[in-house]
Every structure is written in C-alpha cells, then in structure tokens.
C-alpha cells in the first residue's frame, strides 16, 4: 500500500483586523482555511511526527500577521501568511490558502460617512406580517439578520460578580448584533416603505452615535427614539444577540494587542430581547 496524496492544516481560523486612525476605524474580517503539502508523509506511514506543524501553530502565524499587517487587503494578507509559512518551516512544499471576507460597509448618518459604524454588506430580510378576522386585523413589519457594528463607545461593566464571573469590566468594546426587529403598527403612514426606512435610520443613528452601556442600554434608547420618528408605531420589539469579538492575547508572540486584532465568534452567545411600547407596564 503506498500514500498518494496527503495535506493536512487549519480550516476557519478567523480574524478581525482594526486599524485605528484616530477616529476613524476600518475593519477588516477574514475566515481562512490554511492547508499545507510537503515532506510530513511519516505522519501518516510511521507515527513519526517530528516534521509536523501543530494547527495550531498555524493559527497562530495567521494571528501574529494580523497583528504585524493590519491594514493589508485580503490579497495581500494570504500571500503574507504564505510567505511567513514558507519561510519558516523547509518541509512545507505548497501553501494553499482560502479566504472568505465579510464586509462591512462605513454607515452613513446623515450625509457623512461615520467613523466607527458599520453595516453587513448583502444585509437583513424584511418582512410583514399580518393577522386578520372580521373583528380587526393587526399588521406588523420589520427585519430579521440585520447586522451591525461599532468599534467603539460601547461598555459592559458593573454586571453581578461571583464566584462564576470570569469576565471582566469594560468600557471601551466593539459592540456588534445581527438584530431582528418587528414593529407593530397602529394605524397606517402615508408610506409604509418610507416609513420603515425611517425606523431603520433612527435605530442606527442612535446606536451609532451614542455612547452604550450594554445591548440592553442601546435597545431600549433605539426603541424609544422609533416610537418617536413614526408617531404610526405603537410598539416595536428586538431580538439582539450579541457578536462577540475577543481581543486575541498577543503576549505569548512578544506583541502587544492595543485592540487591534480579535478572535470573531458565533457561539455561545447572548441573546438579548425587549419589546418597548408607547403605553403598558414594564415586564
């Protein structure tokens, strides 16, 4: 029996750089799949593992070029991942790099490009939806996966500390959610389409423009500020999981992490829900 082909590697290694130009922010969102060919056949013939690179190793050279080349595109930043690779390790033979980008696109807030929000390109779904008898109908509208970002001005500190509690105070994070929302209407605006686009810019501008302390902070200020624009509305309501973006710990590679390169994660992650309305009690 003979070994014909063999690779081996890392697959959704992900990353976001933050280049931080005073104000201005750009971020930059990778997942990767890094496989390498070479000499490593006594891996799989033998047991002998002394020419094999540790995935994780791989992961990591991703992570320290994140930290060394922020601003790179993603063309240039595979082939400096490949060279890092290459350079390092005379086993490896061929690198073969996939990346995915998410874009996220500078949000504009009135007529000027802001500094720190951003939106998903290819983004939300809109919907409606409506229940009706003879007695009466109720019709509601809204977005599902509507997803959005601040790099900045976003806090969680002063949360109940136990002996459960690892996480620590912060007052400077990227706050970020892939937002469903459902408003219900109480009567019907003159547009319903010029209407929604109105809630969305308010919900926006006030979570891009305000200061957060905590999803649950910036959910209510963004419901109380569309009851406010749509005088139509007569409740609306959020599901808002956080996305989280962990600081990645540089520090074993001699590199510091000025929050400038994070770790993107799906899951486990909180889920935040409200619904905020012109009259009722709190619940």
Same mark, same amino acid.
């Given at each position: 029996m003979a070994?014909?082909a &063999?690779?081996y +590697?890392?697959?959704r290694v992900?990353?976001?750089r933050l280049?931080r130009?005073?104000d201005r922010?750009?971020?930059?969102e990778l997942?990767?799949s890094v496989?390498?060919?070479?000499?490593?056949e006594?891996?799989?013939?033998?047991?002998?593992?002394?020419?094999?690179?540790a995935t994780d #190793?791989i992961?990591?050279?991703v992570n320290?070029?994140a930290?060394?080349?922020?601003a790179l595109d993603?063309?240039?930043?595979v082939?400096?991942?490949?060279?890092v690779?290459l350079e390092?390790?005379?086993?490896?033979?061929?690198?073969a790099?996939?990346a995915?980008?998410?874009r996220w696109?500078?949000?504009a807030?009135g007529?000027?490009?802001?500094d720190h929000t951003?939106?998903?390109?290819g983004?939300g779904?809109?919907?409606?939806?409506?229940?009706?008898?003879?007695?009466? #109908?109720?019709?509601r &509208?809204?977005l599902r996966g509507?997803?959005f970002?601040?790099?900045?001005? &976003?806090?969680?500190?002063?949360f109940?500390a136990?002996?459960?509690?690892?996480l620590?105070?912060?007052?400077d994070r990227?706050?970020?959610?892939?937002?469903d929302?459902?408003?219900?209407?109480a009567?019907?605006?003159q547009?319903?389409?010029?209407a929604?686009?109105r809630?969305l810019?308010?919900?926006?501008?006030v979570?891009?423009?305000?200061? #957060?302390?905590?999803?649950?902070?910036s959910?209510f200020?963004? +419901?109380?500020?569309?009851?406010?624009?749509?005088?139509?509305?007569?409740?609306? +309501?959020f599901?808002m999981p956080?996305?989280?973006?962990?600081?990645i710990?540089l520090?074993?590679?001699?590199?510091e992490?000025?929050?400038?390169?994070?770790?993107?994660?799906?899951e486990?992650y +909180?889920r935040i829900?409200?619904?905020?309305?012109?009259?009722g009690? #709190?619940?």
């Amino acid at each position: 029996m003979a070994l014909t082909a &063999s690779r081996y +590697g890392k697959e959704r290694v992900r990353v976001l750089r933050l280049v931080r130009d005073g104000d201005r922010h750009t971020p930059r969102e990778l997942t990767l799949s890094v496989m390498l060919t070479g000499r490593f056949e006594a891996a799989w013939t033998e047991g002998d593992n002394r020419a094999s690179i540790a995935t994780d #190793s791989i992961r990591n050279i991703v992570n320290v070029t994140a930290a060394r080349d922020l601003a790179l595109d993603a063309e240039a930043f595979v082939a400096a991942v490949a060279q890092v690779l290459l350079e390092t390790y005379p086993q490896v033979e061929t690198v073969a790099i996939e990346a995915e980008e998410i874009r996220w696109l500078r949000h504009a807030l009135g007529d000027a490009p802001h500094d720190h929000t951003f939106t998903r390109d290819g983004n939300g779904v809109g919907f409606v939806e409506l229940a009706a008898s003879r007695a009466g #109908s109720t019709l509601r &509208s809204g977005l599902r996966g509507y997803t959005f970002m601040k790099t900045t001005q &976003s806090g969680w500190t002063g949360f109940v500390a136990d002996e459960y509690r690892t996480l620590p105070d912060t007052t400077d994070r990227i706050a970020a959610t892939s937002m469903d929302a459902t408003w219900t209407w109480a009567s019907a605006p003159q547009d319903h389409g010029a209407a929604n686009a109105r809630i969305l810019t308010t919900l926006l501008t006030v979570f891009g423009t305000t200061y #957060s302390r905590g999803i649950q902070d910036s959910m209510f200020r963004m +419901g109380e500020a569309a009851l406010a624009a749509v005088p139509e509305l007569a409740e609306i +309501g959020f599901v808002m999981p956080n996305k989280h973006y962990l600081p990645i710990d540089l520090k074993p590679f001699g590199l510091e992490n000025p929050g400038t390169v994070f770790l993107p994660t799906d899951e486990p992650y +909180g889920r935040i829900e409200a619904t905020i309305s012109r009259t009722g009690r #709190s619940a």
